[in-house]
């Protein structure tokens, strides 16, 4: 019978109080003593070996590297490689047999919206509606479904893919529902639609005016037509009645169980406020957590300051949670013109976007999360949101040059000017990308910025020949939190029909090791998490997933299509598909 032992472990040396224990010996004998035990016998400190997989993960370097097994003791990896090696090494821990399968290091999501995925199931789903008519039916079988309601509340519209050539109105949403409020935001998050009973409730005429980065649509005598863009959803969206907070835990545990079935292990989420906070704090204080979640304060005001009056959290819980990022706004969103754009849009002369404060509004923010340590992420999508992003990290560097240390990001870049793109190696900046926004916005892109700023719009490999970093997301809800839809996207630059033919400008596309970088070394390096995360190397969390197909071998057109089978975080299965035929019986026993 090999010898365990349970506490001393001279492979990893864990400091501990020696009080009471070893009062005869100083920390310096003891080390000796365990390795003279170590040097007569073998020591044996694992409890699990995942074998007979094929197995992917990168080094720190990011390079690929391939393995048939993983050896995994108190939820860290302990090496990966041969299985046959590895067999010696592990005593009496539990042996999985992957039967094969693929096996691919936990994926990151660099930027998504956890809560909102996890609300965007309690409410009227709109995505995937290619019609107006399509959208109103799905909204009529939810409000029937949900008469005691006092709003109805949904998500997912989008008056590009529908064709209607204009957006949708008040009028339009009455026909399905006009006994109470009700409230559409559109697929980006960035515009929503009201019928006439939420315009009425909030007070809204032809005498509103549009606030500050925000605009009320409006027909040819001045009336507002039901849809508001950026910070004009305030106006409506403040009125409707704060979501309860069982209805919120249920949210997240949908969200959570949502990611860890598409094998995603950790997210960055993108904005959060004082109570979202709190609730993740209960959650990981539970053990509820099944994703690292690397959360960015949503501003540098209140909850900022309530926050972070402690200073950065990282890793608590064990890795679940961090919270060492701001989340900053410089623009809205292309499919609603309101990304800021240095010139007119194509489709609209009189439309230039929305910027959401002065140059010198976000300098002052940028510099306040400087002053307090934090890394700042900020959303900029039009050309001209991205310049002044550029431009206020320029300056605030002036005031706290060390802060280029921190990582900042730019959340999207998603159309860039030319002579900008060289400017994120100057600053030290991680672009923050979404691949399947390309192909979602591929209908559209072209028609808003021309043929020249398209250049500049989701130019990956742009980015990656000058070095920068790509930290890979999906911006869901807004996005599906699929990571193999991200994958595929960024490989192909093609919807899931294969259109069009050879890839939208297929020369920005990555290759599919680059993908799964972006996805996993990168999206945990733009968190600070490389040394815990990102890969299947020595001493990081075992953090991996099972999937059914090896996308290094598929067509990539095929992508898109993975299952993820199993998804084990920190050495713990959180998910395992109940489809016998996709699992094949993957098996556990215990080593003789």
């Known amino acids: ?28 004998r003891f080390a000796l003593v365990c390795m003279l035990i170590f040097a007569a016998a073998p020591l044996f400190a694992a409890d699990l070996l995942l074998g007979n997989v094929n197995g992917y993960t990168l080094d720190r370097a990011g390079t690929l590297q391939r393995f048939d097994a993983l050896l995994v003791d108190a939820g860290k990896v302990v090496a990966a490689g041969k299985r046959t090696d590895l067999a010696k090494r ?23 919206h956890i809560m909102g995925l996890g609300i965007m199931s309690l409410q009227a ?26 709003w109805i509340i949904g998500r997912g519209w989008n008056q590009v893919v529908w064709k209607l050539g204009r957006f949708p109105t008040a009028q339009e949403l009455d026909a399905v529902v006009n006994d109470r409020p009700a409230w559409m935001e559109r697929i980006d998050g960035h515009a929503a639609w009201a019928n006439s009973a939420a315009l009425k409730l909030a007070g809204i005429d032809r005498n509103t005016k549009d606030p500050v980065g925000g605009r009320i649509e409006r027909d040819a005598e001045g009336n507002p037509t039901g849809v508001f863009i950026d910070a004009a959803m305030e106006l409506v969206g403040s009125k409707i009645p704060p979501a309860t907070d069982a209805r919120l835990d249920a949210a997240l545990a949908a969200a959570l169980d949502t990611m860890a079935r598409l094998g995603l292990t950790g997210v960055s989420d ?37 926050i972070g009056k402690d200073g950065p959290l990282l890793g608590y819980g064990h890795d679940f949670l961090s919270v060492r990022s701001v989340k900053l706004y410089a623009d809205g969103a292309l499919g609603s013109r309101g990304a800021a754009m240095l010139m007119p849009y194509s489709d609209d002369a009189k439309n230039s976007g929305l910027l959401f404060s002065k140059p010198d509004e976000m300098t002052a923010m940028i510099s306040k999360a400087f002053a307090h340590g934090y890394q700042v992420c900020v959303h900029a999508i039009g050309d001209k949101g991205n310049r002044e ?83 890979g997301g999906s911006d869901f809800p807004v996005e599906s939190p699929n990571p193999f839809f991200g994958l595929h996207a960024a490989v192909t630059r093609q919807d899931h029909d294969g259109h069009p033919p050879g890839g939208w400008y297929p020369k920005q596309a990555m290759s599919v090791t680059e993908a799964l970088r972006a996805f996993t070394l990168d999206a945990a390096y733009a968190a600070h998490q490389e040394d815990t995360q990102g890969t299947l190397e020595p001493g990081k969390w075992a953090d991996f997933i099972l999937v059914d197909q090896d996308i290094f071998k598929i067509d990539p057109a095929k992508i898109w299509k993975t299952r993820v089978l199993q998804t084990w975080v920190a050495g713990k299965p959180v998910y395992q598909s109940t489809n016998a035929t996709q699992t094949n019986s993957l098996q556990a026993s215990q080593a003789k």
């Open 389 to 471: 992003v550029l431009d206020s990290f320029a300056a605030s560097y002036k005031k706290y040059p060390d802060a280029k240390a921190l990582r900042n990001r730019i959340e999207h870049a998603q159309v860039v000017s030319l002579d900008d793109i060289p400017r994120f190696v100057d600053l030290d900046l991680i672009a923050s990308m979404q691949p399947t926004h390309a192909t979602s916005d591929m209908n559209m892109a072209e028609d808003r910025v021309g043929h020249e700023r398209i250049k500049g719009a989701y130019a990956w490999r742009s980015f990656l020949k000058q070095g920068t970093r790509i930290a």
């Open 90 to 112: 592990a005593g009496d821990a539990k042996v999985v047999d992957g039967k094969g399968r693929t096996v691919l290091p936990g994926l990151i999501d660099a930027h998504g």
């Open 270 to 306: 993108a904005g959060i406020d004082l109570a979202t906070f709190k609730r993740y704090r209960r959650f990981a204080d539970a053990g509820k957590l099944t994703a690292r979640i690397n959360a960015m304060i949503g501003g540098t005001g209140a909850d900022f300051d309530a």
């Open 1 to 28: 019978m090999p010898i365990r032992f349970a506490t001393l472990r001279c492979w990893r040396i864990v400091p501990i109080s020696l009080a009471g224990v070893v009062p005869m010996y100083s920390t310096t």
């Open 125 to 150: 789903d709109l995505t995937g509606t290619t019609s107006l008519d399509a959208a109103l039916v799905r909204i009529r079988s939810f409000a029937s479904s949900h008469k005691d309601d006092r």
